[in-house]
T-cell receptor, first 117, second 115 residues
Framework: AQKVTQAQTEISVVEKEDVTLDCVYE???????LFWYKQPPSGELVFLIR??????QNEISGRYSWNFQKSTSSFNFTITASQVVDSAVYFC??????????????FGRGTSLIVHP | NAGVTQTPKFQVLKTGQSMTLQCAQD?????MSWYRQDPGMGLRLIHY???????DQGEVPNGYNVSRSTTEDFPLRLLSAAPSQTSVYFC??????????????FGPGTRLTVT
């Protein structure tokens, strides 16, 4: 079985603060992919990043960075100098072969980030 | 490409009524799925399909039916609506069913209220 835990239900910060959203996963597979999606207040779900289990290099995209650590089964997401537009629900997801032949992804419950001006 | 489209955007039903939520994608994706999103529960998989004519149950299938007669369309039917089915419903697709590497493309969602 596989599992994704986003222990932080809601995080509230003031603009320009840095914030890290945690994602911890469980899987027996050695080959898997991890994803982050963003759901702004408008409601649509937007793909942010994908990382495969063989690539532990951290990724940076502007103010966003992702830290993948297999040793702790974590794929954390950091927003530097947060802005009001970052306010959204963020979902972490795992896709692995042990989820069944059709590779059904497993989603965490999401972290709601509120950035106050 | 329109991507993944869903209709309607909003719907109010009375208990016991039936209806179909429509989902279509124009990207020739093999895999399509339906999720419901409830506060604090994240996204829960209702049904999914790995190709035309093939569907299977997800985590919360009770009260819902699906069919996949074409690659493009994946409608979700509520047989007899109940207040517990009040939720936001998302349709999603991805290119291939048998891989783990692709992200999912989500529709805009349908907000359903059952009174």
């Amino acid at each position: 079985a596989q599992k994704v835990t986003q222990a932080q239900t809601e995080i509230s910060v003031v603009e320009k603060e840095d914030v890290t959203l945690d994602c911890v996963y469980e899987t027996r597979d050695t080959t898997y992919y991890l994803f982050w999606y963003k759901q702004p207040p408008s409601g649509e779900l937007v793909f942010l990043i994908r990382r495969n289990s063989f690539d532990e290099q951290n990724e940076i995209s502007g103010r966003y960075s992702w830290n993948f650590q297999k040793s702790t089964s974590s794929f954390n997401f950091t927003i530097t100098a947060s802005q009001v537009v970052d306010s959204a629900v963020y979902f972490c997801a795992l896709s692995a072969t042990s989820s069944g032949g059709s590779y059904i992804p497993t989603f965490g419950r999401g972290t709601s980030l509120i950035v106050h001006p | 490409n329109a991507g993944v489209t869903q209709t309607p955007k909003f719907q109010v039903l009375k208990t016991g009524q039936s209806m179909t939520l429509q989902c279509a994608q124009d990207m020739n994706h093999e895999y399509m799925s339906w999720y419901r999103q409830d506060p604090g529960m994240g996204l829960r998989l209702i049904h999914y399909s790995v190709g035309a004519g093939i569907t299977d149950q997800g985590e919360v299938p009770n009260g819902y039916n699906v069919s996949r007669s074409t690659t493009e369309d994946f409608p979700l039917r509520l047989l007899s609506a109940a207040p517990s089915q009040t939720s936001v419903y998302f349709c999603a697709s991805r290119p291939f069913a048998g891989t783990t590497e692709d992200e999912q493309y989500f529709g805009p969602g349908t907000r359903l209220t059952v009174t």
